[in-house]
């Protein structure tokens, strides 16, 4: 009897840790489920592709810089934390409140790929913030050199609910004067000046900070190139995603594509928001593959 090249283990840390691997592929997914669902490590043939602070992940008060956390009800952040809902005040933090709460698996596969399924409901603590009953639900599979992220989003309750969602993936890169980027835009905007620039596909390394927004998409693809490591990474999303933001800190060895379905204060704005009628559902989808050279 073949033995599946597919596997799921699971490890008891601080947190309830899950390993997806592909045997064959030399590829591997940790997920921690509890920690806001987030991805904490991605490897392919055995190269670490992503950016973790492990001091900040083992600390339950600090929001995790690394991984790939997920950004639901907002992407970004409101003016003062606030928005309003039927002349309502309600509080929300940047990112919103899913890469801080627990999310529960309910689904494993190791035929064919590796893959689970994680679910967030709707609860007394997020209807305060946000007073809409809902069910998320992301699956993360794994499959040679890719990681697909399928997302689906019910709203349970009486009435339209709006929302954006995104991912913040933070890219490891230690050596950021080697990269080279490939995005479906000719310009990009600061989103702390609000000044557009034209993109060339290169990034200055020694500006402090880098956080910008590509807003008029011609494509569903963003590309990475790191000549440092050999390494082509390309982050896939379907059409859902209105944006993708870019951002760095100087002396950090990460970079982030992060794509997003609307912009920063969007549950203020309407500008891009996704609304599901009471009893419906909608689908969104990313996709990354890794490819070294």
């Not at 806001?36 to 973790?52: A, F, N």
């Not at 969602?165 to 933070?170: A, E, V």
């Not at 002396?251 to 204060?265: H, I, M, Q, T, V």
Request: aromatic fraction near 12%.
């Amino acid at each position: 009897m073949k033995t599946s090249e597919f596997r799921i283990a699971f490890a008891q840390k601080q947190y309830k840790t899950y390993t997806l691997s592909d045997q064959a592929a030399n590829s591997s997914l940790e997920v921690v489920p509890e920690r806001g669902g987030i991805i904490t490590s991605w490897r392919v043939q055995d190269q670490e592709l992503l950016y973790l602070d492990r001091e900040r992940l083992t600390n339950p008060e600090l929001t995790v810089r690394g991984g790939i956390p997920i950004l639901f009800p907002i992407c970004g952040n409101l003016p003062d934390n606030t928005y309003t809902y039927q002349d309502v005040p309600y509080s929300l933090k940047q990112h919103g409140f899913a890469r801080d709460i627990p999310w529960d698996v309910v689904d494993q596969v190791t035929e064919d790929r590796a893959a689970m399924t994680l679910e967030l409901k709707s609860n007394e603590k997020t209807k305060a913030l946000y007073p809409f009953d809902f069910d998320v639900s992301f699956t993360y599979k794994l499959k040679g050199a890719s990681l697909e992220i399928l997302q689906r989003y019910t709203n349970h309750s009486d009435k339209t609910m709006p929302f954006s969602s995104g991912l913040h993936p933070y890219f490891w890169a230690p050596d950021k004067t080697r990269l080279r980027f490939e995005i479906p835009g000719v310009q990009y905007r600061d989103q702390r000046t609000q000044q557009l620039h034209p993109f060339t596909g290169l990034f200055d390394p020694n500006l402090d900070e880098i956080d910008v927004v590509f807003e008029q998409l011609t494509g569903l693809a963003a590309t990475a190139i790191d000549n440092s490591r050999r390494l082509r990474l390309t982050v896939c999303y379907n059409s859902s995603y209105s944006s993708v933001v870019f951002w760095t800190l100087k002396g950090k060895d990460f970079y982030c594509l992060e794509p997003w379905s609307a912009p920063r204060n969007a549950l203020n704005t309407g500008r891009h928001l996704t609304h599901l009628e009471p009893g419906a559902s909608c689908e969104m989808s990313v996709s990354m593959t890794a490819h070294f050279f």
